[in-house]
């Protein structure tokens, strides 16, 4: 969609008034098939394939406050599918695939920019490491380099390499990695659902299930009972939380990860690096502020906000690996509510309960892995059956032993 500089102009100074809505904002209806409860990424992103792709219709999105107000809107942006394990590395690369066509896919700017990935080396185990994780990745069909330690210097002239605490030996390159336009992809993805006949329904926060014979029939919402052929959740941090209102008990703990971003500085740093001696990742937005995160806090909390040890560790890890970060001044931070598995890695199964499906677990991956959870979730409400990238996310993993323990980092090895 085009506008011109008197249009843009004629907007401004007239409060923005001419531009439309790009979804509607309707009431919910006494029943729907498909019934989503989170709005987010991977809500929309579902709903977005079940009705484009599944050919369904009669969907609802239901969302307690406003599209994209949760971790779709509180994340560093970075997308990448530099994964090990077999459970995970086929689904993030299809994943990386979509992200490629997403916005040709849904005909809106998603700011997806492709500026690679960098993975910090520090020891020869973890170059050994590294070298079996750019295999793994090769093997299903993503782009690994490993780089030493000059060709890692002409790219990343800045990092600290000749007094370094951690020395820098080298580093895992995946080209096609990079950043996206966190709200642009829950706007694009909202829009594509509406115009595909989903109802969007905001401000409408599930208070319980309603059961019958062991089926789910329906949920009990702040703005009515709205009955559901079949009930798919999607709320990150809250997902303990929701599925408890069905008398279910997650492998899942709720923890804040806060992000940070700088003052806006002129174009530094090239693509996304990760510190490989510590839990720290850093990207540049368009906009010139340096983006980066780390850890998680150490305590369990619903709230959207950190501490103070959590900032500090941060800057350490920064400091450490880049000692030019020091002269940046910090704009803003932020958190969002993570839903930890216990291995790392996601559900996206069918519940006990009949009717009533499962999309979770998401660790630090939660963005990057969007349009692939949104697909995959979408093909199990369609068809009752896994998509073939999805069918190691089974919920009763735990209990079989068959866990995918890869820390839902993707990029950290162990340093011995």
Same mark, same amino acid.
């Given at each position: 969609?085009?506008?011109?500089?008197?249009?843009?102009?004629?907007?401004?100074?007239?409060?923005?008034?001419?531009?439309?809505?790009?979804? &509607?904002?309707?009431?919910?209806?006494?029943?729907?098939?498909?019934?989503?409860?989170? *709005?987010?990424?991977?809500?929309? =992103?579902?709903?977005?394939?079940?009705?484009?792709?599944?050919?369904?219709?009669?969907? =609802? %999105?239901?969302?307690? *406050?406003?599209?994209?107000?949760?971790?779709?809107?509180?994340?560093?942006?970075?997308?990448?599918?530099?994964?090990?394990?077999?459970?995970?590395?086929?689904?993030?690369?299809?994943?990386?695939?979509?992200?490629?066509?997403?916005?040709?896919?849904?005909?809106?700017?998603?700011? %997806?920019?492709?500026?690679?990935?960098?993975?910090?080396?520090?020891?020869? !185990?973890?170059?050994?490491?590294?070298? +079996? &994780?750019?295999?793994?990745? +090769?093997?299903?069909?993503?782009? /690994?380099?490993?780089?030493?330690?000059?060709?890692?210097?002409?790219?990343?002239?800045?990092?600290?390499?000749?007094?370094? +605490?951690?020395?820098?030996?080298?580093?895992?390159?995946? !080209?096609?990695?990079?950043?996206?336009?966190?709200?642009?992809? /829950?706007?694009?993805?909202?829009?594509?659902?509406?115009?595909?006949?989903?109802?969007?329904?905001?401000?409408?926060?599930?208070?319980?299930?309603?059961?019958?014979?062991?089926?789910?029939?329906? #949920?009990?919402?702040?703005?009515?009972?709205?009955?559901?052929?079949?009930?798919?959740? !999607?709320?990150?941090?809250?997902?303990?939380?929701?599925? /408890?209102?069905?008398?279910?008990?997650?492998?899942?703990?709720?923890? #804040?990860?806060?992000?940070? %971003?700088?003052?806006?500085?002129?174009p530094t740093i090239p693509g996304v690096i990760t510190f490989g001696a510590g839990h720290f990742y850093i990207s540049q937005s368009d906009k010139g502020g340096l983006v980066f995160?780390?850890?998680?806090?150490?305590?369990?909390?619903?709230?959207?906000?950190?501490?103070?040890? #959590?900032?500090?560790?941060?800057?350490?890890?920064?400091?450490?690996?880049?000692?030019?970060?020091?002269? =940046?001044?910090?704009?803003?931070?932020?958190?969002?509510?993570?839903?930890?598995?216990?291995?790392?890695?996601?559900?996206?199964? &069918?519940?006990?309960?009949?009717?009533?499906?499962?999309?979770?677990?998401?660790?630090?991956?939660?963005?990057?892995?969007?349009?692939?959870?949104?697909? !995959?979730?979408a093909h199990l409400l369609a068809t009752g059956e896994p998509h073939d990238v999805a069918t190691a996310y089974r919920l009763d993993r735990f209990a079989r032993g068959h866990l995918?323990?890869?820390?839902?980092?993707?990029?950290?090895?162990?340093?011995?």
């Amino acid at each position: 969609m085009r506008f011109s500089g008197l249009r843009l102009l004629k907007e401004a100074v007239t409060g923005h008034k001419g531009w439309q809505p790009l979804w &509607r904002d309707p009431e919910s209806q006494e029943a729907y098939d498909f019934v989503i409860v989170g *709005g987010g990424g991977h809500g929309l =992103a579902t709903a977005y394939y079940l009705a484009s792709h599944f050919g369904k219709s009669r969907i =609802a %999105v239901l969302e307690k *406050g406003w599209l994209g107000s949760g971790n779709i809107g509180r994340n560093t942006t970075i997308i990448r599918s530099n994964y090990l394990l077999p459970g995970n590395q086929p689904f993030y690369e299809f994943s990386m695939k979509l992200w490629e066509g997403l916005e040709q896919e849904l005909n809106f700017n998603a700011m %997806v920019s492709q500026r690679g990935i960098l993975n910090i080396i520090h020891t020869d !185990a973890q170059r050994d490491a590294y070298r +079996r &994780r750019g295999n793994a990745m +090769r093997l299903s069909g993503a782009d /690994a380099q490993l780089l030493n330690r000059d060709e890692l210097r002409e790219m990343a002239p800045f990092l600290n390499y000749e007094h370094a +605490r951690f020395p820098i030996k080298g580093a895992l390159l995946q !080209a096609r990695a990079g950043t996206a336009r966190h709200d642009g992809v /829950a706007w694009g993805y909202a829009r594509g659902a509406d115009s595909h006949g989903v109802d969007l329904i905001q401000n409408c926060e599930v208070t319980g299930f309603r059961m019958e014979g062991g089926r789910v029939t329906g #949920v009990e919402t702040t703005r009515g009972v709205i009955g559901a052929g079949k009930v798919g959740v !999607a709320v990150a941090g809250s997902s303990s939380r929701v599925m /408890a209102m069905a008398g279910l008990r997650l492998p899942i703990e709720s923890h #804040v990860l806060q992000a940070f %971003v700088s003052e806006g500085l002129k174009p530094t740093i090239p693509g996304v690096i990760t510190f490989g001696a510590g839990h720290f990742y850093i990207s540049q937005s368009d906009k010139g502020g340096l983006v980066f995160g780390g850890d998680i806090d150490g305590y369990n909390s619903y709230a959207q906000r950190g501490n103070l040890p #959590v900032v500090e560790d941060v800057a350490e890890g920064a400091m450490a690996l880049m000692p030019m970060i020091g002269r =940046a001044r910090l704009l803003r931070s932020w958190g969002g509510i993570m839903d930890m598995s216990i291995d790392g890695s996601p559900i996206i199964d &069918r519940t006990p309960v009949d009717g009533l499906y499962l999309n979770a677990g998401w660790c630090y991956g939660g963005f990057k892995a969007t349009p692939a959870s949104g697909f !995959a979730f979408a093909h199990l409400l369609a068809t009752g059956e896994p998509h073939d990238v999805a069918t190691a996310y089974r919920l009763d993993r735990f209990a079989r032993g068959h866990l995918i323990d890869e820390r839902g980092a993707g990029a950290q090895p162990n340093l011995h």
